[in-house]
């Protein structure tokens, strides 16, 4: 039975393990997704692998970058960002509340997602018939769940996420501890990639939906909306 709830999971990860550049969610995947499903008529919830404090990716907060899609205005509203001081713990969450899970990026997710947890979590989602989509760097939460059928999530399936050309072109492929093109390959995902590097890319793959990078953001909360509303 539909529930018109969605969750969305951000990392509680700061710092880089190996070099001191800060990180944490990419602000705009988070609000660009909560604000085109929140206009489309669902309610949302906000969970996280340890639960309680979200940081921001400081280069998230650049003016060009704040000024997409209404940004500036959420990192404005006070009762908004309240929302990311005190986030669900997601293995906590009931399954059976929402219609679908959203993953945000951020680099910082390259250090928390992969998590049993979390995991489990995400396959019970998607095992029970729901919808399972990541932006960017989210698909890191993707990697490590095992169907009830015992095949890997993205085993066989169409997907993108953050490319490493666009992690060349950002100056992290020598900070983050992965490939997730090549993990996501790995495990026998169909990965593609957009034309060029930071343009918008978003890949259905029946209930799995992926986008490539920030900008890809608002297309998957397009692309979730209307699977949900089919």
């Given at each position: 039975?539909?529930?018109?709830?969605?969750l969305i999971i951000v990392t509680n990860v700061?710092?880089?393990e190996t070099v001191g550049m800060r990180t944490?969610?990419?602000?705009?995947?988070?609000?660009?997704?909560y604000?085109?499903?929140l206009d489309n008529g669902f309610q949302l919830d906000i969970a996280s692998p340890a639960g309680g404090y979200v940081p921001i990716d400081p280069e998230s907060l650049a003016h060009d970058v704040l000024k997409e899609l209404g940004t500036d205005r959420r990192y404005q509203d006070r009762e908004f960002m309240d929302l990311l001081n005190?986030?669900?713990?997601?293995?906590?969450?009931?399954?059976?509340?929402?219609?679908?899970?959203?993953?945000?990026?951020?680099?910082g997710v390259m250090f928390d997602f992969r998590?049993?947890?979390?995991?489990?979590?995400?396959?019970?989602?998607?095992?029970?018939g729901r919808i399972v989509s990541a932006v960017c760097h989210g698909p890191a939460g993707l990697l490590d769940v095992t169907l009830d059928n015992g095949?890997?999530?993205v085993k066989g399936k169409n997907v993108t996420g953050f490319s490493w050309a666009e992690e060349e072109a950002a100056q992290r492929a020598d900070a983050v501890p992965f490939s997730l093109q090549d993990e996501l390959a790995e495990r026998g995902g169909n990965y593609?990639?957009?034309d060029k590097p930071f343009e918008t890319h978003v890949v259905t793959d029946g209930r799995l939906i992926t986008g490539q990078n920030p900008g890809s953001a608002r297309g998957v909360a397009e692309a979730v909306v209307a699977a949900l509303q089919a």
């Open positions: 039975m539909a529930t018109g709830k969605i700061r710092e880089y944490g969610l990419w602000l705009g995947e988070l609000t660009h997704f604000d085109y499903a005190n986030t669900k713990k997601a293995c906590e969450v009931d399954v059976e509340d929402y219609d679908a899970i959203y993953f945000t990026g951020g680099h998590d049993k947890d979390l995991a489990a979590l995400t396959a019970r989602f998607y095992d029970s095949d890997a999530l593609s990639i957009a």
